[in-house]
């Protein structure tokens, strides 16, 4: 029987894995996969690992030092991960789609509890106070949706805006063929959206893409969604954008400095990112951490897949989920 390790392990990744998982031994770390740790993964085969988990050259050296041959990611994005630095030393997979459905549900979530000022309703009748003052929000019907990137999960957050009635514009710089939404230049979507939704990978073109310049460009009283990658905004510059009230709120499940804290309970620790304090205190602003993939059905599908990947792997077959250098993208 291989030996996996499981790096950055939380109870909620366990659920599908042990029971779906019937011919691996799996060795649970909570430890981050960084450097220093890579050094657990000694007599393990190969090793699984997420979002946050620092898959850098150091780390790549000391799983292939440990004897690993092959690194499956639980997740779709590998921003994290130096592919280049990978070659000949480690295979890597990954799960490209485990549910669009669960990500771009939870960037409605954000919109509808922001939008409708849910988030305050609830703490008031919990406190007896059924006053609706300063509760107002506005009809996303015949409202404008830009969604950047319209792959899996922009095209169902997509049929959602469509659902709501909502009028969509649509940016990538890999289109899809017969759409049946506008694709528009980013300037234009930045100007005409009421709501701007991110979808597109993080790479070296599409880090910081909001920015001072760029948040400057938006509607005035826009609401800003990130589901994707902290790091395709800058924080400072949409903090700005919302102390002037030029940017009406912000949904955000994803932080640029986020693998200091998320996943984590750190209430009884000062928290050091200013920034992130300023963002949490403000009521126009809804942060979650990193939950939009956190669904029953995606659990299921990216043990299942994950789980599968390493078969291939072991079994010496094709591997179509393999993150090949260089990466499509990159
Ligand atoms: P996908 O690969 O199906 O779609 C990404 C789309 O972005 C593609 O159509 C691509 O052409 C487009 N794109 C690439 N460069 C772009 C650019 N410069 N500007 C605009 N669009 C660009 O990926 P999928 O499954 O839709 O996921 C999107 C992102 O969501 C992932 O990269 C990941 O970062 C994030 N994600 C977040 C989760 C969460 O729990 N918060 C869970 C799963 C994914």
Redesign the pocket.
Known sequence: MKTIGFFDTKPYDKIWFEQLNDRYNIRYFEHRLTPETAVLAKGCEGVVAFVNDQIDKDTIEGLYQAGVSVLAMR???Y?NVDVKAAQGKLTLLRV???S?Y??AE?AFALLLTLNRKVHKAYIRTRDFNFSLNGLIGMDLHQKTLGV???????QVMIDIGKGFGMKILA????P?QNPDFSYVP?SLLLEESDVISL?????R??YQ?LNHETLAQTKKGAIILN???GKLIDSEALLEALNSGHIKGAGL??YEEEAEVFFEDVSDTPVQDEVLSLLVSRPNVIITS?????TDEALFHIAEVTLKNLDDFFAGKDLENEIRYPTK?S
Not at 171 to 174: E, K, N
Not at 199 to 203: D, I
């Open positions: 997740c779709a994005g921003n490209p789609a485990y669009p669960a990500v939870h950047i990137g319209t792959g899996k999960i922009g940016y990538d710089p890999y899809i980013l979808h597109c990978p993080l790479t073109e599409t893409l589901t994707s990658r499940d994803v990193h939950q939009a993939f956190l993208k």
